[in-house]
Every structure is written in structure tokens, then in C-alpha cells.
């Protein structure tokens, strides 16, 4: 007996890197990069702009994989990283929207992260019978659910008034200047964080360049994309700016090319098409979701993401990996298979 207790703790420290190392490469998933040097880039970004923030998302992934492991999910699922990287951006979500220097935020958080653990389980099982990952979903449903109940609860809702309000028609100028680009180009990646701060867009981006140039110039053009998109239809500069009608396209173009189907001339047209749809999606999302109080979160992206990899199928040229090869499943392109 007394070797047998000897040898767990022996066993603990071993294991404890390894441990970490699949909590950062499920923050790395995030933007669709199984790559720990990306998680740790993504903590750093995070931790720029407020330790807490970083704390919350390595907390949430943490938490999520523990849940998972702790409901019996098989070890293959555990490692593509759904339950941990829908945990960890519920997390950063709620610590951003309701304050996270607050105790109830954190105990809300923790449950929360236990639900999308389940919420993700129920989406893996429903999609996998077209073959569709759950992409964000989980966590859209439960950011959604939480942010417009959140009000009706003293303890939870750290804001005076309720964010629910009318939608109105778009004003202010359309022109564009250059820093209007400038900064709309980083924070359409800073906000997938949630954050419009342009050095956290900054290292994201080099995180994504870190984990393959593919994926950082396609994350690029997805941003560009978004940019134009958005002036072409005449959304107002300031909106444009600050990115947030442009996250969605970042995250549709590295899920159309590279992560769910391969990244090849044929598949960046069709990603930056989705980039564009999930772009003039975004308002539509926003009026929907506004009187209630809701945030658009990534529900742009995962319905356009979801509507183009259905329609894959139809399209061999967007499933075979080059001329000639069979073709792959749009579920099945690369080894992040499950956002």
C-alpha cells in the first residue's frame, strides 16, 4: 500500500505538464490552431489587457477538460478540446460583460462552464448526424441564455439599466480612413476576445502566424474580407473600426480554409465568400438579439460556417485535398476538427 501511494504521487508531477500543455493547446483552438505556443501567445494577449481575463480563460479550458474527463468523455474527443475551448470563451465572456473582480461572476462562470460541458456533448451528438462539428454553438446558446436572464438577477448583473433596446437604423460617416483600417484590421481579430484593443489583435494574429503562415494569411484576407464587405454595404466607420462587424469573418475564412477544408486555391474563394455572407449576417444577428438584450457573440459565424461545410459536399472541388485524390468528408479536414 505504502508503494502504491508513493507511486501517484510520483505519478502527479510527471503528468502536470502535460496537463497544461493540452489546457493551451485547447485556448490555441480558439482560432482553430491545436498549438500550445498559440494558447500561451493567446494567455499573454489576454493578460495585456487584464490578468483576469487570461485567469478566467485558462480556468474555463481547465475546467471544461476536467468536466469532460470527469462525464466519461472518450480521450479522442478530450483532445480535439470542444468542451474546453467553448468552456474557456463562456468564461472570458462573462468575466468581460459582468466584471470580473466580482464573486458571484466567478461562481456563476464555474457553473456555467460545467452546462456548455453538457451543452457541448448534446451538440456533438445532434450535428454528427450531417457530419458538422459544434463549432461554438455551445457556447453561443449559453453565452445568449446567461446575458439576457443576467439582468433580472441583483446578485448577477453588475449594471445599473438592461442592455435590452430597440434596433435602429445605421448613422454616422461610411467613409473609411486609413487609420479606420488600420485599427478595424487588428480589432477584427481582438475581438474574438472579446476586446477592442488593437495589441491584443496584434499578438493573436502572430499567434495564428506562429502556428502556420497558411493560417495567419488566411486570417488575414478574412479580416480584409470584413473590412470591405461591411464599407461595400455602407456600415458606419466607427462599427467598422472597432470590429465588430468583422470577428466573424476571421473566424469563417480559417474554418473554411484549413481547419474543415483544406487549405487550397479552390477553398479561399469559397472561405472569403463566407467571410463576406457571416460579415452581412452579423446586423441581422444584432436587431434579432438587441430588444432582448443579447450580444451577436459568434452565432454569425457558426451559421454560416455550419451552411457552407453542408454545402461542401456538393462541391468536390472544395473537399479534395488536390487534383486527382478522393475526397475528404467536410468534418474531417485537419486535426482541429471539433470548434
Excluded at 62 to 87: H, K, Q
Excluded at 144 to 166: K, M, Y
Excluded at 258 to 266: C, I, N, S, V, Y
Aim: aromatic share 8%; charged share 10%.
Amino acid at each position: 500500500m505504502e508503494r502504491s501511494v508513493r507511486a501517484r504521487w510520483a505519478w502527479r508531477p510527471a503528468h502536470a505538464p502535460d496537463v497544461f500543455t493540452r489546457v493551451l493547446r485547447a485556448l490555441g483552438q480558439v482560432v482553430f490552431q491545436a498549438n500550445p505556443w498559440t494558447g500561451g501567445i493567446l494567455v499573454v494577449a489576454l493578460g495585456t489587457a487584464d490578468w483576469r481575463y487570461a485567469a478566467y480563460a485558462v480556468g474555463g479550458a481547465a475546467l471544461g477538460a476536467v468536466t469532460a474527463r470527469g462525464l466519461g468523455v472518450p480521450s479522442d474527443r478530450r483532445e480535439a478540446g470542444p468542451e474546453s475551448f467553448n468552456s474557456a470563451l463562456l468564461a472570458l465572456c462573462l468575466a468581460v460583460l459582468l466584471d470580473p473582480g466580482r464573486p458571484a461572476t466567478a461562481l456563476l462562470t464555474a457553473a456555467g462552464c460545467l452546462v456548455v460541458t453538457v451543452g457541448t456533448a448534446a451538440a456533438v451528438r445532434l450535428l454528427s448526424v450531417w457530419n458538422l462539428p459544434p463549432l461554438t454553438l455551445p457556447y453561443c446558446l449559453v453565452a445568449v441564455s446567461v446575458t439576457v436572464a443576467a439582468p433580472a438577477f441583483r446578485r448577477v448583473w453588475p449594471h445599473d439599466g438592461s442592455l435590452a433596446a430597440l434596433p435602429g437604423a445605421a448613422s454616422g460617416r461610411s467613409a473609411l480612413h486609413a487609420g479606420d483600417v488600420a485599427r478595424a484590421f487588428l480589432h477584427n481579430v481582438s475581438q474574438i476576445l472579446f476586446l477592442e484593443l488593437w495589441h491584443v489583435g496584434a499578438l493573436l494574429l502572430a499567434a495564428v502566424f506562429l502556428a502556420g503562415r497558411t493560417a495567419g494569411l488566411v486570417a488575414c484576407a478574412g479580416s480584409l474580407t470584413g473590412i470591405a464587405t461591411a464599407w461595400a454595404l455602407g456600415a458606419p466607420a466607427e462599427r467598422i473600426a472597432d470590429g465588430t462587424l468583422g470577428y466573424n469573418a476571421v473566424l469563417v475564412a480559417l474554418a473554411l480554409c484549413g481547419a474543415f477544408l483544406p487549405a487550397t486555391p479552390a477553398t479561399l474563394p469559397y472561405a472569403l465568400l463566407g467571410a463576406a455572407a457571416s460579415t452581412a449576417l452579423t446586423p441581422a444577428v444584432a436587431a434579432l438579439l438587441a430588444p432582448s438584450g443579447g450580444h451577436v457573440f459568434t452565432w454569425p459565424f457558426v451559421l454560416t460556417t455550419l451552411g457552407f461545410l453542408a454545402a461542401a459536399r456538393s462541391f468536390p472541388r472544395l473537399t479534395a485535398t488536390e487534383p486527382g485524390a478522393r475526397a475528404v468528408r467536410p468534418g474531417r479536414a485537419s486535426s482541429v476538427r471539433q470548434r
